[in-house]
């Protein structure tokens, strides 16, 4: 039986930017958990930092869907990670949801992390899918980085995978079973906006495979009600996000 002390002590929430798609503003967000062992555990690192490091704290480009978009920084992942003390050679693991500019932007940095991913994602994008390609430099690591997992799988003692395809193909939401705040749900984009989280949900713009979204969701409405989950997150609703503890504050 694993020890204790490797569960899960505090999660952290980081709003690191916002996108502003046409009436949409949705948050950028990473995540952090501490187990109680020492260990730190990334979550997705956000967008790219280039152009904030360029000085650039609003850029207009294109989404995937070539729509208008504005991003506005906030604090990077690095910067918020710096207000805890933390440097990125102090990430052991780095969890991949998936990769997606808004996720996946920071990959490289995180230089000491072994990366944690579907199979079934990274060989879709090892494959040449376009939908990577903006990111490829930041995922295209060694691959004696990567810890490659096939679908559920629990990573840690209180730390589950959720494979969840729809948004994307081998997309992931994470499971934390905490101290005090008990089970936590990241949906990610599995999920993204709360009034999706119906077993009817509409389907968005930048789900690669509606079908696939809608099992997904229905997959994790079971989940929450299977195991009694007392709080989902999910990825990109501001509303929700305005309401949450954000680092330096922490569930535990």
Known sequence: MASISMRPQRLYLMQVAVMKVGPFTLPVPCYLIQTQDGKNILIDSGLSLDMARAGESEVVLEDSLGRGMTIVYGKSVLEQLAMIGMRPDDIDLLICTHYDDDHAGNLGVFTNARLIVQRQHHELASAGHPRFAATRSQWDQPAERYQLVEGDVELLPGIELIETSGHVPGHQAVLVDLPHSGLVLLAIDAVALRDHFTATRPVGPTDADGAG???????????????????????????????????PLFFD
């Open 213 to 247: 979204a809608i099992a997904s969701t229905r997959k994790l409405l079971e989940l929450v009600e299977r195991r009694h989950i007392s709080q989902v997150i999910f990825g990109h609703d501001l509303v929700q996000w305005e309401t949450l503890k954000q680092l």
